[in-house]
């Protein structure tokens, strides 16, 4: 059985830095001439994996976006991650989840076995770190892997993020450090927004140091590009796994416009990894 971490960085090495976000927005389901309901979702959801699952590192679908159709939201997320699994495309289920290791035991179950099933999901810390370990131990055995949020790409997140010294954040990083070392390497990730500047080296956390990668949101809508990407990560970014969402799928309905909306997200990110080498 090959793990996440080695399945993801053959993506990575194969289709290049870019995830793509599926986050059926009711306004994206308008823009695209769909329905608001889970028909739409799924036809959208479906649109978005036909024209990009040869050229993304891995699909994130939103699993928000889902859920607020019910039953049949979630069946349609069901069919997006069967969609991505059958691409051979990894896919990471966004369902940022935290609980006591008990609960969090039949999250891992729901997200990397049985009919949700994705290659990793992302988790949030909240109940201390090592709530998850466990959890982290269970998606090794079951080949999968987590992303766990530790500096945000929202502003609200410093307030918790960067408290307390060490920080909160540095702790996350160091327990998701001491997994990939521990536990399956390569297969534990952290959430880094591209949006935090120099947050990271304000709080003392040394990125570039981590053996593992980072899922990094905040590219296009939210406002960061490759200067952003590069004064985050600095020698770091050779394992970002830069995320976008609206910026690509406003490309859409159309496969040659939601192409076009990733290879712009692709230039930027591969602008910022090829101006960094000389760092
Ligand atoms: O875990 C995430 O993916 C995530 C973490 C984070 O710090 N910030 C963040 O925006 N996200 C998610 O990444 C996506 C960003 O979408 P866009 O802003 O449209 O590219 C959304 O699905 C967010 O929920």
């Given at each position: 059985m090959t793990t996440f971490g080695q399945r993801l960085r053959q993506s990575m090495a194969a289709?290049?830095?870019?995830?793509?976000?599926?986050?059926?927005?009711?306004?994206?389901?308008?823009?695209?001439?769909?329905?608001d309901s889970a028909a739409g979702v799924r036809e959208f959801s479906l649109r978005t994996i036909d024209a990009l699952y040869d050229r993304a590192a891995?699909?994130?679908?939103?699993?928000?976006?889902?859920?607020?159709?019910?039953?049949?939201?979630?069946?349609?997320l069901e069919e997006t991650l069967r969609a991505c699994r059958d691409a051979?495309?990894?896919?990471?289920?966004?369902?940022?989840?935290?609980?006591i290791g008990s609960t969090m035991d039949g999250y891992a179950d729901a997200y990397l076995s049985g009919p949700l099933?994705?290659?990793a999901f992302t988790v949030s810390p909240y109940?201390?770190?090592?709530?998850?370990?466990?959890?982290?131990?269970r998606a090794a055995d079951l080949g999968g892997g987590l992303f766990v949020l530790a500096l945000t790409s929202n502003p609200e997140g410093a307030q918790i993020q960067h408290a307390g010294s060490p920080?909160?954040?540095?702790?996350?990083?160091?327990a998701v450090a001491a997994w990939n070392e521990e536990i399956a390497p390569g297969s534990f990730g952290l959430v880094v927004g591209a949006t935090i500047g120099d947050g990271a080296r304000r709080l003392g956390i040394d990125l570039p140091s981590f053996p593992g990668v980072f899922?990094?949101?905040?590219?296009?809508?939210?406002?960061?590009?490759?200067?952003e990407l590069r004064q985050v990560f600095g020698s770091g970014i050779a394992r970002v796994l830069?995320?976008?969402?609206?910026?690509?799928?406003?490309?859409?309905?159309?496969?040659?416009?939601?192409?076009?909306?990733?290879?712009?997200?692709?230039?930027?990110?591969?602008?910022?990894?090829?101006?960094?080498?000389?760092?």
């Open positions: 289709r290049g830095p870019v995830c793509a976000g599926i986050d059926p927005h009711a306004g994206l389901l308008r823009q695209w001439g769909l329905e891995a699909f994130k679908p939103q699993s928000a976006f889902y859920e607020r159709h019910g039953a049949a939201g979630v069946a349609a051979e495309v990894p896919v990471i289920a966004d369902v940022k989840r935290g609980d099933k994705a290659d109940l201390g770190p090592g709530s998850l370990e466990a959890t982290a131990r920080s909160v954040a540095g702790r996350v990083v160091e899922l990094a949101p905040g590219i296009g809508a939210q406002g960061a590009g490759a200067d830069a995320s976008a969402s609206r910026s690509i799928l406003a490309g859409g309905p159309t496969a040659a416009g939601l192409r076009e909306g990733f290879a712009r997200t692709l230039a930027a990110v591969e602008s910022a990894l090829g101006q960094s080498e000389s760092r």
